[in-house]
């Protein structure tokens, strides 16, 4: 209880809220960075996961290998990116390695998700003379969407704990917190960071269960 309370007054000191090593300072650059991660991954992950699922061909393989990727360690991946040319790009080497951590469970889900509707229905609206873009976009995007929703859920509460490995490659958010505290020997310090850490990701956890359980909803309503 005595690291709790310690690392307690050291959230509550005025002082380690202001600044560029402050708590405001870093807790903006890890949403940042939380969020430039998320939207490249979906960029990349939800179109291929999409029109796959759509095609009903090369989905499973695609899925295979996404998923061999979440058996190599996100901070394995930045060391190497680190000795390549990517290491000069700045905060390069942090993202591409975020980037390919958030991308599995985005295409699992979004593919799964497309496959998992319910085949008549979509047999129905081509038989109302729907294209395959129609299909897709009217019928099975919004019917898989709760379960594309839970991938991005879970791609973005990971990168908010992983992203704390960019204070590793020199960069900004709530991982500077933790490893300054290393550096300082301040257990509480450390502790104070990897609190911000945790309630940040429930944060994010809780405001996309809300949007999900919305989802389903809209589905029906047809909006």
């Known amino acids: 209880m005595n690291a709790l309370t310690a690392a307690w007054d ?9 600044g560029d090593d402050g708590i405001r300072h870093r807790l903006l650059q890890h949403l940042a960075l939380t969020v430039v991660c998320l939207l490249l991954s979906c960029l990349i992950a939800l179109p291929v996961a999409l029109v796959l699922g759509h095609l009903g061909k090369g989905g499973a393989l695609a899925v295979n290998l996404s998923n061999v990727g979440r058996a190599v360690p996100t901070f394995a991946v ?6 390549t040319p990517v290491g000069d790009w700045g905060e390069g080497p942090t993202v591409v390695a975020l980037v390919l951590f958030a991308v599995p ?20 609206a081509r038989g109302m003379g729907m294209t395959g873009r129609q299909v897709l976009f009217h019928v099975e995007l919004p019917l898989s969407l709760p379960l594309v929703l839970n991938g991005v859920r879970i791609a973005a509460v990971q990168l908010v704990a992983t992203a704390t490995i960019a204070a590793l490659a020199g960069g900004g958010g709530l991982g500077r917190i933790i490893t300054a505290g290393f550096n300082l020997a301040s257990t509480p310090q450390v502790v104070a960071g990897a609190l911000l850490v945790a309630v940040f990701a429930l944060l994010v956890e809780g405001v996309f269960e809300a949007v999900e359980r919305l989802a389903p909803r809209r589905a029906r309503d047809g909006r």
């Open 105 to 124: 469970p985005l295409l699992t889900n979004a593919y799964v998700g497309v496959r998992e509707v319910d085949r008549s229905v979509v047999q129905a």
């Open 78 to 83: 930045l060391v190497l990116l680190l000795l």
């Open 10 to 18: 050291w959230l509550t000191d005025p002082a380690h809220w202001s």
